[in-house]
Structure formats: structure tokens, C-alpha cells
């Protein structure tokens, strides 16, 4: 197990398991908490070793959103031009660490109990597929406090669930339940409990990671792809993308495991290794 302040991490079977542990804090978004997720992120991307990352929490809510020390630590100079343009560095290094989530070398699974409010929605609009417990609920807790929501929310929950719902969402600040969020389509499954949600989110990490990774990695970009551009590109970019990848032994493999009602036996993804980091 790596255990970090505001995150424990372990890996079973090539799933990661990712938990906020800071439930006395309501897993609030501390200065603490963006560099130990920024960095174990960039650990998995890089390892290859896992090949799914499941996110859950512990205590009365997912996260209750951005640390008030958050602002003390770095704040906004709203008194001048060049303080004000300044936001634009501090959000896009906020911002990056979420996208992150959803560039990540592998499928995330967010398992969502109580609330996810405020920069919760940012992280979990950020992952692959959302599962919750019946309690659970989703607030854009931003314009309760007099600011945009600005680290992704606003962006990826229009690709998500309807327009109109994103827009009653951001203007009034109310609560999403979890069985109205299944509706929309935002979650894909409820649970009655914590346990059994983190089981569900568990037995589908599980799942995928029988797969082939390299499809897998594959699959995901074709996905994010196809989402952000027309039909016509995005069969062009399977194309070259399907061409890149294309492995005849996982393709034998696959077939031959499923006939003989066994596992398949595919390799990891590679490590990456950071130019800056090679020789001299």
C-alpha cells in the first residue's frame, strides 16, 4: 500500500484502488491534496503496471469540494491586469490535474457516496464511468459561493447529460440526486450501500482488466475522440489509430481464452519513460 496524506493507493490484480482518507475533513481539496493527485496519476500513467483505477472515499461525502486553504495559499489578485491574467496559469495547472483523470492510460471508475459537491463534480465528470449510492447527490456548489465553476465541471458535464439540466444545475446550485443523475444518464448505477457500490465499482475494474490493454488504451481514445469531433474524422482517426495497435496475438488469444473458458494472457501497457529523465 501507498499511503499518502490525503490518499492510500494499492493494486490487486492490476486494478488500482485509489481512496480519499480524510473523512474528517470531509476529502475537501487541499493544496496537499492536488500535489499527491497530480503526482500518483503521473505515477499510473507513466507504470503501466495497473490497468484500471477505481476512485472512491471514505466518510459522510465523496469530497465536499475545494479547501478553503486553497484560496489563503494562493490568492486571487483581482487588483490589477496582471494579477487577473495570472488566474488564467493558476487555473490551467488546477485544470490539468484533472484532465489527467480523463487522458489517464487506463479507464476510471469513480464510486461516489454522499455528497459531491463543488470541485468533486470537476474530478468525477472527469473519469470514464460513475456508479453511487442512493444517497449520494451532486451540487455545483460554485455559484452558491459567488464564483464560475472553473476546473472542468462546466466543460465536460454538457457532453454528459442534457444541456438544459447543466444550466439549472450552474445557475441555481442545487442538489442532483443520485436517482435523478441516474436518469440523466450522469451515473451508471445505484447502490444501497457503500459496500456494495465499491463492490460494483471493484467487479467492473475487474472486468476490463481482463481485456487486451492495448485495445483497451485504444478503445478510450477512439471514445474521447469521437465525442470531440465529427463522425467523418473520427473514422478517419480509428483508421490510423486501429492500424497503429493492431496485434493478430491478442486478437488468437482472446478468441482461444474465451473458447477455452479461461482468462486471457495479454501484456501491460509499457513504461514511459520522460525524455528529461534518459542519459546525459
Sequence with gaps: MNKMHCFSLTTEQQVAHLVLNQPEALNTMSPTFWRELDAVLTQLHASGEARVLVISSTGKHFSAGM?????????????????????????????ATFTKLETL???????IQGGCIGAGVDMVSAC????????????????NIGMVADVGTLQRLPKL????????????????????????????????TPAALLAAALQCAQEIAAKA????????????YARDHSVDDALKQMGWLQGAIWSNANVREAVTAMKQKRPGQ???????????????
Excluded at 442534457?162 to 441516474?182: D, F
Excluded at 490493454?213 to 474521447?224: E, F, N, R, S
Design 67 to 95: 479547501a478553503l486553504d486553497v484560496f489563503s495559499a494562493a490568492p486571487l489578485d483581482d487588483q490589477s491586469a496582471q494579477g487577473r491574467a495570472a488566474v488564467f496559469d493558476l487555473l490551467g495547472d488546477m485544470q
Design 105 to 111: 492510460r487506463m479507464p476510471v471508475i469513480a464510486a
Design 128 to 143: 470514464c464511468i460513475r456508479y453511487a449510492t442512493a444517497e449520494a447527490f451532486f451540487c455545483i456548489q460554485e455559484i
Design 161 to 192: 447529460i442534457p444541456l438544459a439540466v447543466v444550466k439549472e444545475l450552474a445557475y441555481t446550485g442545487r442538489r442532483l440526486s443520485a436517482q435523478q443523475a441516474l436518469g440523466y444518464g450522469l451515473v451508471n448505477a445505484v447502490f444501497d
Design 213 to 224: 490493454p492495448v485495445a483497451i488504451w485504444g478503445t478510450k481514445q477512439a471514445i474521447h
Design 266 to 280: 495479454f501484456d501491460d501497457l509499457a513504461e514511459l519513460q520522460s525524455f528529461r529523465d534518459l542519459g546525459p
